[in-house]
Protein backbone atom coordinates (compact mmCIF):
# COMPACT_ATOMS: atom_id res chain seq x y z
CA UNK A 1 0.00 0.00 0.00
CA UNK A 2 2.56 2.13 1.16
CA UNK A 3 4.14 1.97 -2.40
CA UNK A 4 1.27 2.66 -4.37
CA UNK A 5 0.16 5.66 -2.08
CA UNK A 6 4.12 6.56 -3.22
CA UNK A 7 3.58 6.22 -6.53
CA UNK A 8 0.51 8.53 -6.94
CA UNK A 9 2.28 10.77 -4.88
CA UNK A 10 5.22 11.35 -7.08
CA UNK A 11 2.67 11.14 -10.10
CA UNK A 12 1.01 14.32 -8.49
CA UNK A 13 3.94 15.99 -7.68
CA UNK A 14 5.17 15.91 -11.03
CA UNK A 15 1.64 17.16 -12.19
CA UNK A 16 1.75 19.80 -10.03
CA UNK A 17 5.09 20.85 -10.93
CA UNK A 18 4.21 23.43 -13.57
CA UNK A 19 1.62 24.98 -11.33
CA UNK A 20 3.71 25.48 -8.06
CA UNK A 21 6.68 27.37 -10.64
CA UNK A 22 3.49 29.36 -12.43
CA UNK A 23 2.17 30.67 -9.08
CA UNK A 24 5.82 31.12 -7.37
CA UNK A 25 6.06 33.81 -10.26
CA UNK A 26 2.59 35.38 -10.08
CA UNK A 27 3.13 35.99 -6.53
CA UNK A 28 5.76 38.82 -7.68
CA UNK A 29 3.47 40.54 -10.39
CA UNK A 30 1.95 43.82 -10.20
CA UNK A 31 -0.61 44.36 -7.27
CA UNK A 32 0.72 41.48 -5.55
CA UNK A 33 2.98 41.02 -2.57
CA UNK A 34 5.52 40.33 -4.71
CA UNK A 35 6.33 43.34 -5.77
CA UNK A 36 7.54 43.94 -9.90
CA UNK A 37 7.02 41.26 -12.11
CA UNK A 38 10.68 39.67 -12.96
CA UNK A 39 12.20 38.85 -16.36
CA UNK A 40 13.40 35.55 -16.92
CA UNK A 41 16.65 36.62 -17.28
CA UNK A 42 20.64 35.11 -16.18
CA UNK A 43 20.38 37.07 -13.03
CA UNK A 44 16.41 35.60 -11.50
CA UNK A 45 18.27 32.39 -10.80
CA UNK A 46 15.03 31.74 -8.96
CA UNK A 47 13.28 31.69 -12.02
CA UNK A 48 15.38 29.05 -14.08
CA UNK A 49 13.49 25.98 -12.49
CA UNK A 50 9.75 27.30 -13.96
CA UNK A 51 10.45 26.21 -17.58
CA UNK A 52 11.59 22.92 -16.32
CA UNK A 53 9.03 22.23 -14.27
CA UNK A 54 6.32 22.96 -17.23
CA UNK A 55 8.75 20.84 -19.14
CA UNK A 56 8.24 18.01 -16.65
CA UNK A 57 4.61 18.54 -16.28
CA UNK A 58 3.45 18.54 -19.85
CA UNK A 59 6.01 15.86 -20.78
CA UNK A 60 4.23 13.50 -17.61
CA UNK A 61 0.94 14.44 -18.63
CA UNK A 62 1.36 13.27 -22.23
CA UNK A 63 2.91 10.06 -21.01
CA UNK A 64 -0.17 9.45 -18.82
CA UNK A 65 -2.56 10.35 -21.08
CA UNK A 66 -0.95 8.46 -24.51
CA UNK A 67 -0.09 5.23 -21.53
CA UNK A 68 -4.29 5.17 -20.61
CA UNK A 69 -5.48 5.23 -23.63
CA UNK A 70 -2.92 2.70 -25.07
CA UNK A 71 -3.37 0.59 -22.16
CA UNK A 72 -7.29 1.09 -21.92
CA UNK A 73 -7.85 0.20 -25.89
CA UNK A 74 -5.66 -3.10 -25.74
CA UNK A 75 -7.50 -4.70 -22.42
CA UNK A 76 -10.90 -3.76 -23.67
CA UNK A 77 -10.31 -5.28 -27.11
CA UNK A 78 -8.66 -8.78 -25.22
CA UNK A 79 -11.65 -8.63 -22.95
CA UNK A 80 -14.24 -8.13 -26.03
CA UNK A 81 -12.44 -10.93 -27.67
CA UNK A 82 -12.18 -13.26 -25.22
CA UNK A 83 -16.19 -12.62 -23.99
CA UNK A 84 -17.07 -13.20 -27.54
CA UNK A 85 -15.06 -16.92 -27.64
CA UNK A 86 -16.38 -17.85 -24.11
CA UNK A 87 -19.70 -16.77 -25.11
CA UNK A 88 -19.42 -19.04 -28.36
CA UNK A 89 -17.97 -22.17 -26.46
CA UNK A 90 -19.34 -22.23 -23.66
CA UNK A 91 -21.70 -25.50 -22.45
CA UNK A 92 -24.95 -25.47 -20.96
CA UNK A 93 -24.85 -26.28 -16.91
CA UNK A 94 -27.31 -26.03 -14.42
CA UNK A 95 -25.41 -24.00 -12.20
CA UNK A 96 -24.45 -21.17 -15.13
CA UNK A 97 -27.87 -20.19 -13.51
CA UNK A 98 -26.24 -19.20 -9.98
CA UNK A 99 -24.69 -16.03 -11.39
CA UNK A 100 -27.77 -14.85 -12.78
CA UNK A 101 -26.75 -15.65 -16.40
CA UNK A 102 -23.27 -14.56 -16.24
CA UNK A 103 -20.91 -17.42 -15.44
CA UNK A 104 -19.70 -19.81 -18.49
CA UNK A 105 -18.59 -23.80 -18.25
CA UNK A 106 -16.28 -24.32 -20.66
CA UNK A 107 -15.16 -27.94 -21.89
CA UNK A 108 -11.81 -28.42 -20.03
CA UNK A 109 -10.65 -30.45 -18.02
CA UNK A 110 -7.67 -28.34 -16.24
CA UNK A 111 -9.31 -26.73 -13.28
CA UNK A 112 -9.03 -22.83 -14.09
CA UNK A 113 -11.25 -19.93 -13.00
CA UNK A 114 -11.39 -16.67 -13.91
CA UNK A 115 -13.45 -13.00 -14.40
CA UNK A 116 -13.64 -11.02 -17.29
CA UNK A 117 -14.95 -7.40 -16.21
CA UNK A 118 -16.36 -4.80 -17.72
CA UNK A 119 -19.87 -3.78 -18.24
CA UNK A 120 -20.54 -7.78 -20.15
CA UNK A 121 -19.10 -9.37 -17.54
CA UNK A 122 -18.36 -12.73 -17.11
CA UNK A 123 -17.09 -16.03 -14.56
CA UNK A 124 -15.60 -18.41 -16.60
CA UNK A 125 -14.60 -21.77 -15.04
CA UNK A 126 -13.91 -25.08 -16.80
CA UNK A 127 -15.72 -28.58 -16.64
CA UNK A 128 -12.90 -29.68 -14.73
CA UNK A 129 -13.26 -27.00 -11.55
CA UNK A 130 -16.42 -28.30 -11.29
CA UNK A 131 -15.86 -32.16 -11.24
CA UNK A 132 -12.81 -32.16 -8.93
CA UNK A 133 -13.78 -29.32 -6.52
CA UNK A 134 -16.23 -30.04 -3.17
CA UNK A 135 -19.20 -27.43 -2.67
CA UNK A 136 -17.11 -24.95 -0.09
CA UNK A 137 -14.26 -25.02 -2.74
CA UNK A 138 -16.41 -24.35 -5.79
CA UNK A 139 -18.37 -21.23 -3.29
CA UNK A 140 -15.14 -20.14 -2.49
CA UNK A 141 -13.86 -19.82 -6.43
CA UNK A 142 -17.02 -18.16 -7.09
CA UNK A 143 -16.50 -15.62 -4.40
CA UNK A 144 -13.29 -14.88 -5.21
CA UNK A 145 -14.53 -14.01 -8.79
CA UNK A 146 -17.42 -12.30 -7.53
CA UNK A 147 -15.30 -10.57 -5.38
CA UNK A 148 -13.26 -9.38 -8.06
CA UNK A 149 -16.13 -8.20 -10.57
CA UNK A 150 -18.26 -6.01 -7.48
CA UNK A 151 -15.21 -3.99 -6.03
CA UNK A 152 -13.91 -3.14 -9.68
CA UNK A 153 -10.35 -4.65 -8.93
CA UNK A 154 -9.86 -3.97 -12.48
CA UNK A 155 -9.62 -0.35 -12.32
CA UNK A 156 -7.14 -0.96 -9.36
CA UNK A 157 -4.92 -2.64 -11.34
CA UNK A 158 -5.78 -0.74 -14.91
CA UNK A 159 -4.80 2.26 -12.91
CA UNK A 160 -1.34 1.12 -11.95
CA UNK A 161 -0.16 -0.98 -15.28
CA UNK A 162 -1.06 2.72 -16.94
CA UNK A 163 1.21 4.58 -14.30
CA UNK A 164 4.14 1.75 -15.00
CA UNK A 165 3.83 2.13 -19.01
CA UNK A 166 4.26 6.04 -18.69
CA UNK A 167 7.34 5.94 -17.10
CA UNK A 168 10.66 5.01 -19.47
CA UNK A 169 11.60 1.73 -19.26
CA UNK A 170 14.79 2.20 -16.78
CA UNK A 171 12.19 3.23 -14.19
CA UNK A 172 9.90 0.29 -14.18
CA UNK A 173 9.60 -2.22 -12.00
CA UNK A 174 7.42 -5.38 -13.03
CA UNK A 175 8.01 -6.58 -9.71
CA UNK A 176 6.12 -3.57 -8.17
CA UNK A 177 3.35 -3.93 -10.29
CA UNK A 178 3.11 -7.34 -9.54
CA UNK A 179 2.91 -6.56 -6.20
CA UNK A 180 -0.30 -4.74 -6.95
CA UNK A 181 -1.90 -7.77 -8.71
CA UNK A 182 -0.66 -10.13 -5.97
CA UNK A 183 -2.41 -7.50 -3.28
CA UNK A 184 -5.98 -7.48 -5.42
CA UNK A 185 -5.96 -11.56 -5.20
CA UNK A 186 -5.26 -11.31 -1.51
CA UNK A 187 -8.33 -8.94 -1.12
CA UNK A 188 -10.52 -11.50 -3.02
CA UNK A 189 -9.11 -14.28 -1.22
CA UNK A 190 -9.86 -12.38 2.08
CA UNK A 191 -13.89 -12.59 0.37
CA UNK A 192 -13.84 -16.01 -0.44
CA UNK A 193 -12.67 -16.86 3.35
CA UNK A 194 -15.81 -14.70 4.56
CA UNK A 195 -18.00 -16.86 2.62
CA UNK A 196 -16.22 -20.37 3.39
CA UNK A 197 -13.46 -20.34 5.37
CA UNK A 198 -9.98 -20.34 5.75
CA UNK A 199 -9.55 -24.16 4.79
CA UNK A 200 -11.70 -23.87 1.87
CA UNK A 201 -10.11 -21.14 0.48
CA UNK A 202 -6.45 -22.42 1.07
CA UNK A 203 -7.56 -25.71 -0.57
CA UNK A 204 -9.37 -23.77 -3.66
CA UNK A 205 -6.14 -21.52 -4.57
CA UNK A 206 -3.89 -24.77 -4.52
CA UNK A 207 -6.21 -26.47 -6.85
CA UNK A 208 -6.60 -23.65 -9.15
CA UNK A 209 -2.02 -23.25 -9.60
CA UNK A 210 -1.33 -23.65 -12.91
CA UNK A 211 -4.51 -23.21 -14.64
CA UNK A 212 -4.53 -20.66 -17.74
CA UNK A 213 -5.51 -17.09 -16.80
CA UNK A 214 -6.04 -14.62 -20.23
CA UNK A 215 -5.20 -11.37 -20.95
CA UNK A 216 -7.02 -8.61 -19.15
CA UNK A 217 -8.92 -11.33 -17.00
CA UNK A 218 -8.72 -11.69 -13.11
CA UNK A 219 -8.95 -14.65 -10.94
CA UNK A 220 -7.81 -17.87 -8.44
CA UNK A 221 -6.12 -19.28 -11.46
CA UNK A 222 -2.45 -18.61 -12.29
CA UNK A 223 -0.05 -19.84 -14.18
CA UNK A 224 4.16 -19.13 -14.76
CA UNK A 225 6.67 -19.37 -12.70
CA UNK A 226 5.88 -17.92 -9.60
CA UNK A 227 2.27 -18.75 -9.21
CA UNK A 228 3.48 -21.30 -6.93
CA UNK A 229 5.14 -19.04 -4.94
CA UNK A 230 1.90 -16.58 -5.16
CA UNK A 231 -0.10 -19.19 -3.73
CA UNK A 232 1.84 -20.12 -0.72
CA UNK A 233 1.92 -16.01 -0.15
CA UNK A 234 -1.86 -15.91 -0.80
CA UNK A 235 -2.72 -18.78 1.76
CA UNK A 236 -0.47 -17.41 4.69
CA UNK A 237 -2.17 -14.07 4.26
CA UNK A 238 -5.55 -15.74 4.37
CA UNK A 239 -6.32 -15.03 8.04
CA UNK A 240 -4.53 -11.87 8.29
CA UNK A 241 -1.98 -11.80 11.49
CA UNK A 242 -0.65 -9.37 13.38
CA UNK A 243 1.88 -6.53 11.49
CA UNK A 244 4.63 -5.98 13.16
CA UNK A 245 3.29 -6.97 16.66
CA UNK A 246 0.25 -4.67 16.16
CA UNK A 247 -3.11 -6.11 15.93
CA UNK A 248 -4.60 -6.14 12.46
CA UNK A 249 -6.96 -3.11 12.79
CA UNK A 250 -3.87 -0.92 14.43
CA UNK A 251 -1.73 -1.41 11.76
CA UNK A 252 -4.01 -1.24 8.40
CA UNK A 253 -4.89 2.46 10.33
CA UNK A 254 -1.80 3.34 10.56
CA UNK A 255 -0.88 2.47 6.85
CA UNK A 256 -3.85 3.92 6.13
CA UNK A 257 -3.07 7.79 7.64
CA UNK A 258 0.49 7.03 6.24
CA UNK A 259 -0.57 6.38 3.00
CA UNK A 260 -3.09 9.41 2.77
CA UNK A 261 -0.23 11.89 4.02
CA UNK A 262 2.04 10.91 1.40
CA UNK A 263 -0.61 11.11 -1.44
CA UNK A 264 -1.67 14.66 0.11
CA UNK A 265 1.94 16.17 0.40
CA UNK A 266 2.06 17.21 -3.37
CA UNK A 267 -1.37 18.90 -3.01
CA UNK A 268 -0.57 20.49 0.61
CA UNK A 269 2.91 21.77 -0.98
CA UNK A 270 1.06 23.70 -4.00
CA UNK A 271 -1.79 25.11 -1.41
CA UNK A 272 1.42 26.30 0.67
CA UNK A 273 2.27 28.02 -2.80
CA UNK A 274 -0.69 29.67 -3.23
CA UNK A 275 -0.21 33.67 -3.20
CA UNK A 276 -1.49 34.82 0.23
CA UNK A 277 -3.55 38.49 0.35
CA UNK A 278 -1.70 41.09 2.88
CA UNK A 279 -3.92 43.66 4.05
Do not use: K
Not at 43 to 60: C, D, H, M
Amino acid sequence: MLWQSSAVAAVLAALLAAPAAVLSIVEATPGTPGGARPDLTPENVALWPAPVATLITGVVAARLLFSGDRVGRRLRAARRRHRDLVDLLAVDDIRDAADDGRMRVLEHSTPTAYCVPGLARRVVVTRGTLDSLGPDELTAVLSHERAHLTARHDLVLEFFTVMHEAVPRFMRSVQALHSVTLLIEVLADRAAVRSVGVVATARAIVAMVGGPRPEGALGMSGSGPASVSDARLRIELLEGGRVIGLPNAVASGLMYAASGLLVAAPVALLLAALPTTQH
